[in-house]
């Protein structure tokens, strides 16, 4: 991995999250811009911003938080974790949801079949009932 101008911590936690995700540093295609905004002179002559193009899903994100572009590299890397991470959780929930759902169905058939369960069971107890009127009065009793 590339050594970037923060704590060793937070570049182990960057490497961590990259690694959960499969995101590898070949596939990512990195290109520095100029700046602009606040800065003055300093952002005019020098190319601090950092756009980071990660192929594999197509994401783009671009970072010029601060004047140095080491530093905009490592917070254009995080961006882009962070990114792909709510990725992730939205697809998990659409997921979860759908699955739900199927859950929800499942049930209002069950308590389609017990109606109709129920339904049956009343038509054969009047056929019963009709049974034993008819028998009472043929047989006389």
């Known amino acids: 991995m590339i050594f970037f101008p ?15 995700l499969g995101i590898r540093d070949e ?15 300093k952002v005019n002559k020098t190319s601090t911003c950092v756009s980071l193009h990660h192929k594999p899903t197509g994401v783009m994100v671009k970072c010029q938080q601060t004047r140095s572009q080491a530093l905009n590299r490592f917070y254009a890397r995080r961006r882009l974790v962070e990114h792909l991470e709510g990725r992730r959780q939205e697809v998990r929930a659409e997921e979860q949801r759908e699955r739900d759902r199927i859950r929800r169905a499942k049930q209002r058939r069950t308590r389609r079949a017990r109606e109709k369960l129920r339904e049956q069971k009343e038509q054969q107890a009047e056929k019963k009932r009709q049974r034993r009127g008819l028998a009472w009065s043929t047989d006389g009793y």
Request: aromatic letters at 4%; zero cysteines; hydrophobic letters at 20%.
């Open 6 to 20: 923060v704590s060793p911590e937070k570049q182990r936690d960057l490497e961590e999250r990259m690694e959960r």
């Open 27 to 41: 596939d990512l295609e990195e290109h520095f811009v100029r700046s602009s905004g606040k800065g003055g002179q």
